[in-house]
């Protein structure tokens, strides 16, 4: 008999989150707690033992709730290796490199079948569930840019996630010039330096330097009060695209040229139906910023065999419990086969 339930958990840079899978797909004993990151000034050794010892106690006094054999299902915040063992986590600590392998250890503590995946595979599996597309790709628009595909075969769930290169988008380099930004995995001209929050930040940044007269004529500086120093995304720029300012518009779409470069050759390359846009960044400006993206799409895209269209672009703000559910249906995909 498959199990039907299992225990789940989703790790962001600044949360965990945790849940008990139990039978139609319900959740019970949802926590969600405050972890500490490098952020806090603690060494990688402190931050992974007190993450470990949270699931472990979330483990023990949940016990009752699942079955005996109820696999852990865990949502990482970074690429895994194709073995599961991850590679790094840039928002919990940092580019250190010497991540415990928390599956083996996990599974050693709590005598169950442990599971990691990441977390954009997990938000792919959670939008699978109501996605009107067979083959589809989900990208996120933070500080950073990821991706996910997924397809449905004979009613299966197939990610393309294997590899801890799969979905990283974000590292193709689209800038090869003197002055392309670094990117944080320290690459230079990468697409997630670009067209991500932080990109299209600093884009704004060197445009209101080296035209300021255009910058001053613009709602950043009229009437949100930037400068070309203190501009920022929060402040400034996202507000002003909202209320549709052409000169934040024109930073926001020079800054998305390269990735809807991108997004066509993925989408011609495996024969997407859709994209599912989430991310901070994406979220924050909202429409507009599908908007932009489809403008940039059907420029380059006037093959007639596919004839774009916007309703091939949806902005989902996800919920605090997407990748929980995420990470439940991987647990229940997995573990009904035995490897
Ligand atoms: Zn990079």
């Not at 928002?91 to 005598?111: K, N, Y």
């Not at 001053?216 to 400068?227: E, N, Q, V, Y």
């Not at 997407?272 to 895209?301: D, M, R």
Request: glycine share 8%.
């Amino acid at each position: 008999m498959p199990t039907t339930t299992a225990l789940v958990f989703d790790l962001g840079g600044t949360h965990l989150r945790c849940a008990c899978l139990m039978r139609e797909r319900k959740f019970a004993n949802f926590t969600q707690e405050r972890v500490r990151s490098f952020h806090d000034g603690l060494s990688p050794f402190a931050i992974w033992n007190e993450l470990l010892d949270k699931v472990v106690s979330y483990v023990t006094s949940s016990q009752p709730l699942v079955e005996r054999d109820a696999p852990l299902a865990f949502s990482f915040p970074g690429p895994l290796r194709e073995s599961g063992s991850i590679v790094n986590a840039p928002t919990v600590s940092g580019l250190d490199e010497h991540v415990p392998d928390i599956r083996a250890e996990l599974a050693r503590r709590t005598g169950r079948d442990v599971y990691l995946l990441n977390d954009v595979s997990a938000a792919a599996l959670y939008l699978a569930r109501q996605s009107p597309w067979d083959r589809f790709m989900v990208i996120t628009i933070s500080s950073g840019i990821g991706s996910k595909i997924c397809f449905r075969s004979s009613g299966n769930l197939v990610l393309f996630d294997k590899g801890p290169y799969a979905g990283e988008i974000g590292h193709l380099t689209v800038d090869e010039s003197k002055i392309a930004p670094t990117c944080d995995c320290g690459g230079k001209g990468h697409l997630g330096a670009i067209a991500s929050g932080r990109g299209i930040e600093l884009l704004a940044r060197r445009w209101a330097v080296t035209n300021s007269s255009a910058f001053s004529s613009s709602l950043c500086h009229r009437k949100f009060g930037a400068t070309a120093e203190t501009l920022s995304n929060e402040r400034h720029i996202v507000p002003s695209i909202r209320e549709r300012d052409a000169w934040a518009l024109k930073v926001l779409e020079q800054a998305c040229r390269p990735l809807a470069k991108v997004l066509n050759t993925v989408i011609l390359a495996v024969g997407l139906q859709g994209i599912f846009v989430i991310g901070g960044f994406a979220s924050s400006v909202g429409p507009i910023y599908v908007e932009v993206l489809n403008h940039l799409l059907q420029l380059g895209s006037d093959y007639s065999p596919l004839v774009f269209s916007p309703q091939m672009v949806k902005l989902i703000e996800l919920d605090e419990q997407a990748c929980l559910h995420g990470a439940a249906e991987y647990a229940l995909m997995l573990h009904k086969e035995p490897e």
